[in-house]
């Protein structure tokens, strides 16, 4: 089944405790981006990567780091979370050309940072 | 910059009736897609339909039909013979089709939809 998986779903933290959102994806994609979703603002790209090695800024992207190491997998980090940082993370990946346009999301990450 | 704005933050709908929510965007672009996606209370982002810019037709997708206007910079969604399991929030998003931020969705704020029996 194609599909994009992202780990934890949910995740409660402390300010500046380090963690890493995981992403993956099955579909062989080049394309791989994050999003964070917050009341009223809809979503926003926070980094993308248009394959290995290739990564980068959205339109959100102080406080966060990614990384491209495989193609497969694109990871997010939060070095030092902070209670602004408190969203719902989207992973969402796609071929190079789009395909028509097609985006595949995953499932979302609810963090909490108090 | 390219945006994307849905004027109605909130819409209802009667079971079996028809509903259109409204979309429009900026951009200097002359090749762009344009999608629908909903996001119902799992939260799960579904692709309902999309559009290329350069197609003068309308995309439909069963029950869901858009109407591009593409001079107006406007793109509607046409959900005909609601159901309950429409109930959700509605994006719309654009995306450029060339150039470095290729891929990248610009979403609008969303419209709540709301379906009564």
């Known amino acids: 089944e194609a599909q994009v998986t992202q780990n934890p779903r949910y995740l409660i933290t402390v300010t500046g405790k380090k963690l890493t959102v995981t992403c993956s994806q099955n579909m062989n994609h080049e394309y791989m981006s994050w999003y964070r979703q917050d009341p009223g603002l809809g979503l926003r790209q926070i980094y993308y990567?248009?394959?290995?090695?290739?990564?980068d800024k959205g339109d959100v992207p102080e406080g966060y780091k990614v990384s491209r190491k495989e193609k497969r997998n694109f990871p997010l980090i939060l070095e030092s979370p902070s209670p602004n940082q408190t969203s719902l993370y989207f992973c969402?990946?796609?071929?190079?050309?789009?395909?028509?346009?097609?985006?595949?999301f995953g499932p979302g990450t609810r963090l909490t940072v108090t | 910059a390219q945006t994307v704005t849905q004027s109605q933050p909130e819409m209802s709908v009667q079971e079996a009736e028809t509903v259109t929510l409204s979309c429009t965007y900026d951009?200097?672009?002359?090749?762009?897609?344009l999608f629908w996606y909903k996001q119902p209370p799992s939260r799960q982002m579904i692709l309902v339909i999309r559009?290329?810019?350069?197609?003068?037709q309308n995309a439909t997708e069963n029950r869901f039909s858009v109407n591009f206007q593409k001079a107006a910079k406007s793109f509607s969604l046409k959900i005909s013979d609601s159901q309950l399991g429409d109930a959700a929030m509605y994006f719309c998003a654009y995306s450029i089709v060339y150039g470095g931020s290729q891929g990248n969705l610009i979403f609008g704020k969303g419209t709540k939809l709301s379906v009564k029996p």
């Open positions: 559009q290329e810019a350069y197609k003068q």
């Open positions: 951009t200097s672009e002359s090749d762009y897609y």
């Open positions: 990567s248009m394959n290995v090695e290739v990564t």
């Open positions: 969402a990946s796609s071929a190079r050309r789009l395909a028509g346009g097609a985006q595949y």
